[in-house]
């Protein structure tokens, strides 16, 4: 006879031999299992795929720079962060979750040489000059994406809540520079007349387009050309009144 799985069934009442494991129960111990021939034991189902998250978060950023936020899938992230798809979400929550992440550790570690010239230069002018020439230098660095990834993330993008976000980093960095160059309009060391919030959006400007400039094949010395013509706008010094 055979049950519904089709596998043989023993007529009741008769009595089934026991093998070696069947006499282990009776004796107390416990036989140990024979593998069958051209079998292995598997992984144990259910244990998550350990891996180094920051490596992980390193390459979804690249990812993300080189491919924007909307042109870049889950299964993209997961094929080069080399994880499925329930570790992502477990280790980093969703696909939006993990772009700010992104985000973050970018501003932190390759997007924050305006942050550093804004403070550590003695003027306004310095500290623009600054920035246009060390965005010429990032934003065409060999082997990472070209560019700068606040900038090329929010391209064609149809999330709301990322295109704002990332307009509201691009305009932070503008506010900045126009509280430093009315300070110095303040302080006398640019002319009175200065139009700090137009300076300042000329700027964020310039940085924008050498960002997409790279994108387009644009070395290090023509964004760096690009830059002195940009200074030129800059009034040079301003009159002191006491």
């Given amino acids: 006879m055979v049950d519904d799985q089709g596998s043989p069934q023993e007529p009741k009442g008769s009595a089934r031999p026991q093998g070696r494991r069947g006499q282990a129960r009776q004796e107390g111990r416990t036989a140990p299992d024979a593998a069958a021939p051209g079998r292995t034991r598997g992984k144990p189902r259910g244990r998550p795929r350990s891996f ?7 390459k979804a950023l690249l990812a993300y720079w080189e491919h924007g936020y909307e042109a870049t899938s889950v299964s993209d ?3 080069v962060m080399d994880i499925g798809a329930p570790s992502l979400y477990a280790a980093f929550g969703d696909k939006r979750s993990l772009f700010d992440e992104v985000v973050q550790v970018y501003g932190a570690r390759y ?16 500290a623009v000059e600054r920035t246009l020439r060390e965005a010429a230098a990032a934003y065409t660095e060999p082997g990472r994406p070209h560019g700068c990834l606040v900038v090329h993330a929010a391209a064609n993008c149809s999330t709301p809540e990322v295109e704002q ?3 509201a980093r691009r305009n932070a960095n503008i506010a900045a520079f126009e509280r430093r160059i009315g300070a110095d309009v303040a302080a006398g060391t640019l002319p009175a007349h200065t139009d700090a919030a137009a300076l300042a959006r000329h700027t964020g400007a310039m940085i924008q387009g050498m960002s997409q400039q790279a994108r387009d094949g644009a070395s290090r010395e023509e964004l760096e050309a690009v830059a002195d013509i940009a200074m030129t706008v800059w009034p040079r010094t301003g009159t002191h009144t006491g």
Wanted: charged fraction near 40%; avoid cysteine; aromatic fraction near 4%.
């Fill in 77 to 79: 992230l997961t094929r």
């Fill in 52 to 58: 180094d998250r920051e490596t992980a978060l390193e």
């Fill in 165 to 167: 976000s990332l307009r």
């Fill in 111 to 126: 997007g924050s040489f305006a942050d550093r010239a804004l403070a550590e230069e003695p003027t306004a002018r310095a």
